[in-house]
């Protein structure tokens, strides 16, 4: 059965930093490596070939490997009878220091094979530094996936056209060697042997327990105790999380610094879903399963959305937000007993102490008797309780950090860090507001997840990303970006700028729908826009079943949305955290903020969205343009596709914009973040 099944993918020989042997080569050549054999497709490579050298006479084929029987022979009496002798060059086989020195000067590796069990040889060609043509069968469009060429291999023409292509645009050629790298880059053995430990840890045979037996200590208890550096502990609660702090920089900036770190994630996630380099100071550790909710722990809860009550707290008291419709009678219940809290002196500090005296929450000691660590640092705060409650025991210093931009108004956290950090100085100031912190008890750092911006990471050309979605090059790109959780009428926006495009109010444009990642069904209302010429979904993210939210993980999901940030000509979005995006890159956005139809009900309208005090925040700054009507709507649009962030309005309201909310847009959130977790754990 299919929930039986784990993937974890094999690791290759890394022949790229051998001792390299020259081998006599021409000075242009494609190359293909293997034994020949007919699952091995050389034949149909040598008719590509010369269908292709019809028109590129500078080029050569080299094939090496060794072959023999009917099937080599085949090849030869081909490449003797077309006159392929001068062309076609067979020089045997190779070993690692040979084939390095051949792949590193090859055009290209033309590897478009028939059967493979895994197709290693792609990878090499990848790390060796060389774009790969490859087939679009087996094992190999699974690896090669959008870092490769892909191929019918029963089709020479379809060969011969990747052959050209390659030839001729050298653009694409570069961006499928970086592609190639970060692909390969995937790869290891060590990673594989790790996701093999984490997949029987989580079934419970534990290398380590099998190991105690006879040595009286696991293996990984051995290198804790022996260790000399600190241990922080670090709490990856979602996939977003985990591509923030993982893919940013952090965790390697934190092993770099000598720290042992143990990632602490939620009891039920997949070990084998997780793409980490291998590294021996990184542990992951699955918490203990939350208690079961209580009516007590719920009325708590409602005391502490009321504590701090505010406009994100009323918005989701009075409309529906995620979930059900609120009924009359407990909204107006709410605002009578619970919102007037905010005004009893000392109530943050009232409900914290409940919370603690009536539930302790022990069952993450463990833990903290296993690593001693220095240092917890929570990157959710508002979650993961026991574990704040541990560390006060254990006197360990707690670091904090909102999860994310509206986290610090939508409910009290009822368990308080020794120390923040904040994104910038806007929640700075409602963390001390809502949560009672002083400024001494705050760091500005800046938020992780907008680092790739700043630092351009795998950044493509824009004719290659346009190749890859079909989109023309020449024309503009409107980027539209789901809120997500169905709140509202998405596709009346959406209908809209169709009429635009149709009308010839906007002109030389197309649109790229990016549906919410983290909703399994949001992509579904988008589909009806497929049969226009000029509208294309994304589905390039894969959700991943295996995290709470769904998130895509990967490092490709990290690049696309990093291009597709920077390639779009207009972000439109509807109370989205992509405000935030398109700013530290420098797109211009517009937020929607009115109905299409007049007799939506408030519990649909887009107007609720924006009530909340943290996109007030961001819409007060300027640095996104606020649009209340269907005029102000194209008016915006068509402004923005002609000028862009060529407006001095644009730099100065963007730049308000990203003071404010997002501290700095340098790609250094992901060092300061590192950089006070070192000084705090002294």
Known sequence: REEKIRVIYCGFKKISGVLEKAVPLPPKFFFFAGIIKPRKNVLNIIKAFRMFSENYSDFTLVIGGNGSGEYYESIRNYVRENNLEGRVLFIGHLNDNELSYVYKRAHAFVFPTLIEGFGYPVLEAMDCGIPVITSNQSSLAEIGGSSALLVNPHDPNDIARMLTKIAHEPELRAELIARGRTRSAQFSWNKAAREVLFLLEAMGISSGEREQSEHGVSARESIRLNAPQKTIFITISRGIIFRNFFHSGVIDLLLKKGFLVVALVPHDWDFAALNVNSQKELFFEKLPPPPGGSRLKLLLNEFSKGAIFNSTVYVRYRYQYVGGIPSVPLYILRML???????????????????????????????????????????????????????????VLTVGMPKSWDSSSKILCRTKADHMLAWGPFMRDQLMRFQKYKPREITITGAPQFDIYAQKKNLESREFFCRKLGFDPAKKIILYVSTGGNRCDEANYLELLRLFIERGDIKNCQVLIRPHIKYKDDMRQFLPFEKYSDFIVDKSDEQESALRDNWDISEEHLTHLSNSMRHADLVINIASTMILDAAACGTPSVNICFDVKKDVSPHRSVQRLLVSDYIKAVTNTGGTWLVRSEREFLSAVQTTLEIGCQSPLFSTERGKLISYILHKNDGGSAKRIADTLERLAG
Request: hydrophobic share 45%.
């Open 337 to 395: 007993l619970l919102a007037p809290l905010r005004y009893i002196p000392g109530i943050v500090f009232a409900l914290r102490a409940i919370e603690h005296a009536l539930y302790p929450e022990k069952e993450c000691d463990a833990l903290f008797r296993k690593y001693k660590p220095a240092l917890l640092f929570n990157t959710a705060m508002g979650q993961d309780f026991a574990l704040m409650k541990g560390a006060r025991r254990y006197g």
